[in-house]
C-alpha cells in the first residue's frame, strides 16, 4: 500500500520561478550561464532587487536624475533666463559679504600676527636660533678654523672597514726585496760551464738612477767644457750661461699625447681656414698663436709672415707680427706697416714703444702726427714726452688747431698756461666746444684759483675782493648752465651732484657750492624739494663729501629758512665735520631765523660756554629770555650755567624768577634739588611742601621729600612721604620701591614684601618691581624663595632683560650659558642681555669674545651707564690704557644717564658736579 506522506525533496525537481538567482537574499551576486536561462532569460528586475535590499535593511539606491524635468536640467531655475535684475542682486549679495567680511578684517589680522609673533617666539627657526653664532664666526682667527679638530664617530656604532688586508706570503715580500738589488760577481755556474755569457732571460733589472746621474754628469762636464773655452778669435769667453741653459731645460713643456692631437688637428683646421680664405687676418693670427703654443717659433714667425703679405691693410696682424718678432726685427716690421696702414694709431703706438730713447720717441710720434694730425693720443703721448713746459705749450696751442672739438687738449692747454692766458683759452674752447660742460666747471675753478691769490694779500681790501671773485665764479657756473640748457645739453640733477663732488675732492670747494646752487633745484616738484635735499645731504655725507652736504643745506636753508629740522642737521654736520667758528656761525644764524626753537638756543649757549666764553654763552641764554619767557629749558640750562660756574647766589635768584615766570613742576623739582645740594635741607623740604601743594601727581617731588627725611633719620617723616606718593601716584614704580627699602632699612622685611606684592598688584607686568621683590627675598628669605618668585616674574615678564640677566646668574655655572641662549631668544637681542652675555665670556677668559659682546651691548642702548661701567671694568682687568681711554672717551660722548648704578652715584647730593668720566670710574668701582 502506497504511503500518503507528501515527498519533502519534490520540489527539487520542479522549475525555479521567474527571475530566480541563488542566493541573492543573503547578498549573493551570482551568475547565470546559458545553460541555467536557457535560450533567452532576463535577470532580476529592479523591484525583486529593491525588495530583497530591503529585506536586508539596506536603503535603495536613489538616482539623482529620476526625478529630473527634462525641460529643466539642473535646478530649479536652470531654465530661466539670466536677466539684469539677477545679476544686480548677485553684486548686492557679495557687496554684502564683502562688507560682513571687512567689518573685524583688521582685528582678524591683528590677531593672527600677534599669534605669529608667539609662535615664533616660543618656536624659532634653527635659522634665529644660531644667528648670533654665525655673526660669531667672523671673529674667528685662521689659527683658530686650523685647529679645530676633525669629526670623528659620534654614533657610536662600528663601522665596516672599506679596505681589507690579507696575509703576504714570504716569496712576494723577499721578491720585492730583491728588485732594488743588483749582482756585481759573475755566475758561478757559468764560470764553472766554462763561459762567462749571461742570458738574456736571466732576470737582472736596468738600473735607471745610475743611467740618470751619468746622463747629468756628462752633460755638466760639457757645458763646463764650453764655459772654460776661449775663443781662438776674440780670445775671450763664451755667451754661453750654464745655469741659464738648465732653466731654460726645465721651462720646456712636455706635451702629452693628446695634447699633440689636439695640435695636429687645430693645424689641420687653420690650414684649411687660411688656404681656403686667404684674405681673413684672424686665421693668420689664430695659426701663428698655435705654432707659437706648440713651441715652433720659426714656424709662427713664417705663418705671420704669409699673413702679412695676403692681409697688409690690417693692423693686428702686423701688431701680432711685431710681438713674435725681437726688439730690431719688429722695427723693420712696424716700418713696413706704416707702409701699408699709416692712418693706424695702435701701429705707430707700439712703433713708439719699441723705442727705447726719448729723442726717437719723439721723433716718431711726431712722424705719426704727420700721417694722423688728428689724433687725440698721439698729441697727448707727445705732449707728455715733452720736459719743457714752453715746448708741450707750442705743440697743445697746435693740437687745438688741428682738433678743436677735443675738450681734453683744451683743458691740458688752459692749465699750462697763466691765468689771464688761460682765460682766453677757455673763451675760445667754449666757442669751439659749446656743448662741453668740462669747460665751464674748469673756468669756475680757474676763477676760484685767481681769488685765492688775491686773497694772500692785505687783509680787508683783498678780502672784498676775493669775495667778489668768487661771486663771479657763481655767476660763471649759472650762465654755464643756461648756456649748456640752450644749446640741448641736459645734463640731470644728479650728473651736476657728480660734477660738484669732483670739484669738492680735487680741491674746488667754490665751484663746487656754486654748480650745487645753480642745479640742486632741477627737475624736483615744489612738494617734493625737502625731502629731496634732506636725501642728498644725507647720501653726500655717507660718502664723505662734506663740503657738497654742507652747500646742499645751505641752498635749502635759504628756501625753507624756518625749518628747525634743517638748522639742526646743519649744526649737526659742522659739529661733526667742521670747526668751531663754523658751528657758532651756524647757530647764530639759526636762532635769528627760528627764535622759538629751544633746542638751538642751547646748543649755541653751551657751545659758547665749552670754548670758555661764559659771558658770550649768557649773553645767548639773555637772548633766549626775550624769545622764549616761559620756557622752562632755557631758565635750567642759565640756572645750571651760573652754579656749574659758581655763581650760587645768581642761580638761586633765577630759580626764584623762574618760579615765578615759568611755574613749572620741573622748575620747582630743580629749585628743591638745588637746595638740597647745597646743603639746605630746611629750605628745600619748604619748597617742596609748596610746590606738592601746586603739583600733588608729580612722583619725583614725594621722592626727594621722602629721601631728605630719611637723610635726616625721620623714618617716620619719609614714611609719610613715600606713603602719600604712592597714594597719590600709583603707577609709578620707584615710590613704592623706595617705600619698600626704607622698611626694609628698618627691619620690617614683612612689610617691605607687603608693600612690593601691593605695588604689583596695582602695576602688573612690571619687571622693575619684580626685579626688588627678588633682592628683597635674597637679602631676607634665602635662594630659594628669590629663585621662585624670579620664576613667577619671567612667567609674568617673559620679555624682561633685567629678570633674564638675574636667572642667569641664579643658575649654576655650567648651566649659565643654556640659560643665557633662552635669554636671547626671549628678550631679542635686550642691552641688558647682551652685556650679561659679554660678562660670562669674560668669566669664561674668551677676551675678545667678550669684548665685541661689549660692543653690542653699547650699540644696542648708549644710555645704559652700567654697560659702560662694565666694559671698562673688563678693560681694567683685560686690556691697556688705550682700550680704557676708548672706553673713557666713547662714555663721555654718549652721556649716559640710566642704569640702576648709575642712577644711584650719579644723584647722590655728594657726587654733584662731577663730570661723566669721574662718574663712570666710581661705578665701575660699585659694580660687583
Known sequence: MASSKPNKLAFLSMPAPASYVAGLGR????????????????????????????????????????????????????????????????????????????????????????????????????????????????????EE????????????????????????????LVGDRSKTEYENALDTRQQEAGGFVTPADSGTLTNFVEIGQARDKILSLKLDQISNSTSSVSGSATSVDPKGYLTSLDSVIIKSDAEIGDIKRARMLFDSLVKSNPKHAPGWIAAACLEEHAGRMVAARKTIKLGCEQCPKSEDIWLEAARLHNNEDAKVILANAVQHVGQSVKIWMAAADLEHDVKAKKRVLRKALEHIPNSVRLWKETVNLESSIVDARVLLSRAVEVIPLSVELWLALARLETPEKAKA???????AVPTSHEIWIAAGRLLEQQADVVGEGEMKKTEEERNKALEVVDKTIEAGVRELRRHQVLLTREQWLKEAERCEAEGSPRTCEAIVKATVAMDIEE???????????????????????????????????????????????????????????????????????????????????????????????ERAFVANPESEQIWLAAVKLEAENGELRVARELLVRARTVADTQRIWMKSAVFERQQGQLTTALETLATALTKFPKFAKLYMIQGQIHQSQGNLAAARASFAAGYKACPKEPTLWILASRLEEADKKSIKARALLEKARLVNPACDVLWAETVRVEERSGGPAQAKAMLARGLQECPTSGLLWSMAIWAEPRPMRKARSVDALKKSEDNPIIVCTVARLFWADRRIEKARHWFGRAIALNEDLGDSWAWWLKFEREHGTEEHREDVRKRCEAADPHHGPTWQAIAKDPSNHGKGVRKILEMVADALQ
Open 145 to 172: 678654523w686650523e685647529n679645530i679638530p676633525e669629526v670623528g664617530n659620534l654614533t657610536r656604532k662600528k663601522r665596516r672597514k672599506d679596505e681589507r688586508s690579507f696575509v703576504v706570503p714570504d716569496s712576494v
Open 27 to 142: 547578498g549573493a551576486s551570482g551568475f547565470t550561464t546559458r545553460s541555467d536561462i536557457g535560450p533567452a532569460r532576463e535577470g532580476p528586475s529592479a523591484e525583486v532587487i529593491a525588495e530583497a535590499q530591503a529585506k536586508r535593511g539596506e536603503e535603495a539606491e536613489i538616482d539623482p536624475d529620476q526625478f529630473q524635468d527634462p525641460d529643466n536640467e539642473y535646478g530649479l531655475f536652470a531654465g530661466t533666463t539670466y536677466e539684469q535684475d539677477d545679476e544686480e542682486a548677485d553684486k548686492i549679495y557679495e557687496q554684502v559679504d564683502e562688507a560682513m567680511d571687512a567689518r573685524r578684517r583688521a582685528r582678524r589680522e591683528a590677531q593672527e600676527h600677534i599669534e605669529l609673533a608667539k609662535h615664533r617666539a616660543e618656536r624659532p627657526k634653527i635659522q634665529q636660533q644660531f644667528a648670533d653664532l654665525k655673526r660669531g664666526l667672523s671673529a674667528v682667527t685662521d
Open 425 to 431: 683759452v677757455l673763451n675760445k674752447a667754449r666757442k
Open 527 to 621: 612738494e617734493d624739494r625737502y625731502d629731496t635735499w634732506v636725501g642728498d645731504v644725507e647720501s653726500a655725507e655717507a660718502r664723505g663729501r662734506v663740503g657738497t652736504a654742507r652747500a646742499v643745506l645751505a641752498y635749502a636753508l635759504k628756501v625753507f629758512p624756518d625749518k628747525k629740522d634743517l638748522w639742526m642737521r646743519a649744526a649737526e654736520l659742522e659739529k661733526a665735520h667742521g670747526t668751531r667758528e663754523s658751528l657758532d656761525a651756524v647757530l647764530s644764524r639759526a636762532v635769528v631765523h627760528c627764535p622759538q626753537a629751544e633746542t638751538l638756543w642751547l646748543m649755541a649757549a653751551k657751545e659758547k660756554w665749552l670754548a670758555g666764553d661764559v659771558p658770550a654763552a649768557r649773553e645767548v641764554l
